[in-house]
């Protein structure tokens, strides 16, 4: 069952509510949205998707092919990061073998074909792959809130990037070298 609609609907009332802006309660406002839409998904996901379809629409309109422009937009995006993490340590030979199997892989195809979470989710991952590489390459504090900030946009897209949480730790187990980084965490 896709929950296509249901992504779709919510970023709908997420545009809706920022274009006309009710002076009543955001809660009562969005109860009577549900009543005649009751796709609304809020709640049930991460808002990222959601407020970010919203903003686009804000821009380019709300409509089914608005929609389907911010996840072309998006496939764009990930596939650009893509190349800009895997090129630098390939031949091109081989950073067009793995975008053209990131483009075939049914996941891919599905995402550019349906208003869902998935290909932003895919974005911020490939980000955090940058980060990751970034803090073993040049460990210092920027690194670290980059892998930080990069895993806190993924999981305010969807919530199943919660499956990042061990991946920093098993790179600098198998990384083998000490890294020391202070957080300064009187920088927030």
């Known amino acids: 069952r896709s929950d296509e609609s249901s992504h779709f609907v919510t970023g709908r009332m997420i545009w809706e509510y920022l274009t006309t802006f ?8 969005a109860g009577q949205f549900y009543l005649h839409y009751p796709k609304v998904g809020l709640g049930h996901w991460p808002p990222g998707y959601h407020i970010a379809e919203a903003l686009w629409s804000l821009v380019f309109g709300s409509s089914r092919i608005s929609a389907m422009g911010l996840q072309w937009f998006v496939g764009v995006a990930a596939l650009t990061s893509l190349y800009m993490l ?14 053209f199997f ?8 599905q995402g550019m074909e349906q208003t869902m979470s998935d290909l932003s989710c895919l974005v911020c ?13 040049r460990p210092n504090p920027f690194a670290s809130y980059f892998v ?16 990042l949480v061990p991946v920093p730790f098993v790179a600098l ?6 890294i020391r980084v202070r957080l300064g965490w009187h920088a927030f």
Not at 86 to 99: E, N, Q
Not at 148 to 163: D, H, N, Q, S
């Open 173 to 178: 187990l198998a990384d083998k070298r000490r």
């Open 86 to 99: 895997v090129r630098p340590r390939f031949p091109l030979a081989v950073t067009s073998g793995v975008l």
């Open 148 to 163: 930080l900030l990069a895993f806190m946009a993924a999981v305010v897209i969807k919530g199943t990037a919660v499956c």
């Open 102 to 109: 990131a483009c075939a892989t049914p996941v891919f195809q």
């Open 22 to 29: 009710p002076r009543e309660n955001p809660i009562s406002w």
């Open 125 to 137: 991952g490939v980000l955090f792959m940058h980060a990751m590489v970034r803090l073993l390459e």
